[in-house]
């Protein structure tokens, strides 16, 4: 196999045709790369120009020219609209809930149907994803003999 010989800055390259077509397949490839990279920057500061843009049009129409007020109001449905317009997470509230879940539960073993509420309390898990249940009840509406 030929080697080829490359003097840069006092220091001698003794570098094979498999390593020189080694350099040449990453160099390809860190072009690649480098374009991917310009094309992603540049698709992001077109973001950041939109964003600035809608923020600037937003405060603009939020503030009345007719006046010479200095400061301005606006509403939580204006804002998230706002912040939907820009790709946000919009501004959110936690609530409480109360449900009402119906369940028929078969193959309950019980000595008598007076004791199936407490088996059924004993052995149901009641959870909900990720929500927190600060409180829950079972009230038996009807037991019967199956």
């Known amino acids: 196999m030929d080697t080829i010989v490359v003097t840069l800055a006092d220091t001698v390259y003794r570098l094979t045709e498999d390593d020189v077509a080694e350099y040449i397949k990453r160099d390809i ?23 600035r843009q809608k923020s600037t049009e937003f405060f603009q129409n939020a503030f009345d020219e007719s006046t010479d007020e200095d400061e301005t109001t606006i509403t939580l449905q204006e804002a998230n609209e706002f912040l939907s317009n820009i790709g946000a997470r919009e501004i959110s509230r936690t ?11 078969s193959g309950v073993e019980a000595a008598n149907i007076d004791d199936v509420e407490d088996v059924i309390t004993g052995e149901l898990d009641i959870s909900c994803g990720m929500y927190n249940i600060d409180t829950w009840s079972i009230q038996t509406v009807d037991a019967e003999r199956e």
């Open 29 to 51: 490839a860190s072009a690649a790369i480098k374009e991917e990279l310009r094309k992603s920057s540049s698709t992001a500061n077109s973001k950041v120009n939109d964003i």
């Open 95 to 105: 609530f409480t809930a109360t449900i009402t879940v119906e369940v028929t539960i």
